[in-house]
């Protein structure tokens, strides 16, 4: 059991959603970047689909009322376990009544946090999502509560060995919308030319952007039809929302666009006052760097026995903390250390 005491700004359960249902009416939901909480999934040694935590913006407080092993991925945080720092993208080991205090995240967007066994919270439809749209699935964190723990599965340890890096200003590759006839030529040479802010507005439905309005060419709205996540729709402000994983079924505002499967974790880590471009690139190239990330899903994550991921969290820890100047770890007839 795990015991929530502070939430952060926004804390939810999330998995990879709520497949299928998408002509119900239901949203897909899920992680925003599920590709950041496959990782910390499976450096705890759970399936891809198992709940774990999805955290905007700063991070949650958590007290664990059991041993357990987790795992912090996505956008850079600082992370304390029972006060002292702790890596991300690595098995940390949690004893009973320790208190993981996850803080400001200062580069990306999102952070997620899995537990070994998952977040064990009752499945609707299938999935263990919150869906902040709908009001589908269990609500968001709040302090004083309480989250279950699935059943343990084998124990693993083991690092990321490339964890991204957050820039302010992101090129996003992308696919022709459906709707291109709708825009003026000005509109889509304004889309590959022109540089867009995210605004502060945005949510886990979609990431709004200030920039050159994108103009039409026809007047009127569409009739609703399905959409997806990374569409770019763009209503009659010229301004377009790039759309996440909490967007709705369907949608009627004209999609000049749509971000390629590979690049929606980078959209989903976007944060307010990010720079934002848009290139095209064919389908072909899109498989291709959609084979090329879970190519190294595959191959980056390492495993390794405690002495080397506690030196492996000496040494990525050094370079961010002050108080690390100096400092070692043994184990065994081992002992590694670090200076700063």
């Known amino acids: 059991m795990i015991e929530v005491i502070r939430p952060g700004l926004l804390a939810t359960v999330q998995d990879l959603g709520r497949v ?56 850079a945080m600082e992370a304390l376990l029972d006060g002292a720092p702790v890596p991300m993208y690595q098995t940390l080991a949690v004893k009973a009544g320790s208190e993981l205090a996850c803080g400001r995240i200062f580069a990306g967007w999102r952070g997620y946090l899995a537990v070994a066994g998952g977040i064990d919270v009752p499945a609707l439809l299938g999935s263990r999502s919150c869906d902040t749209l709908a009001r589908l699935g269990p609500p968001a964190l709040a302090a004083g509560m309480h989250l279950a723990i699935g059943t343990l599965p084998m124990e693993v340890s083991a690092y990321l060995r490339s964890p991204p890096e957050y820039v302010q200003s992101v090129q996003l590759r992308v696919l022709p919308g459906p709707q291109q006839d709708w825009f003026t030529p000005v509109a889509l040479v304004a889309l590959r030319s022109a540089v867009y802010r995210v605004s502060q507005k945005g949510d886990r439905t979609g990431v709004r952007l200030e920039g050159q309005p994108l103009t039409r060419a026809r007047e009127g709205e569409l009739p609703s039809m399905g959409m997806v996540s990374g569409a770019l729709q763009v209503p009659s402000s010229g301004q377009p929302i790039a759309l996440l994983a909490n967007h709705g079924a369907t949608g009627g505002y004209p999609v000049i666009a749509t971000v390629i499967g590979a690049d929606l974790p980078r959209l989903a880590q976007l944060s307010p006052g990010m720079e934002v471009r848009f290139t095209d690139v064919s389908r072909a190239e899109a498989l291709v760097a959609l084979r090329g990330q879970e190519a190294r899903l595959a191959q980056d994550i390492i495993p390794a026995d405690a002495g080397l991921l506690a030196a492996r969290a000496l040494m990525r820890l050094a370079g961010t903390h002050a108080s690390l100047k100096q400092a070692a770890v043994s184990d065994g007839q081992r002992r590694i250390r670090i200076r700063k």
């Open 20 to 75: 299928g249902h998408a002509h119900l009416g239901v949203p897909e939901a899920g992680a925003a970047d599920r590709f950041d909480l496959r990782i910390a999934n499976r450096l705890v040694g759970n399936p891809d689909s198992a709940a774990g935590l999805e955290m905007t913006a700063e991070g949650a407080t958590l007290r664990f009322e059991s041993d357990s092993r987790v795992a912090l991925s996505g956008g």
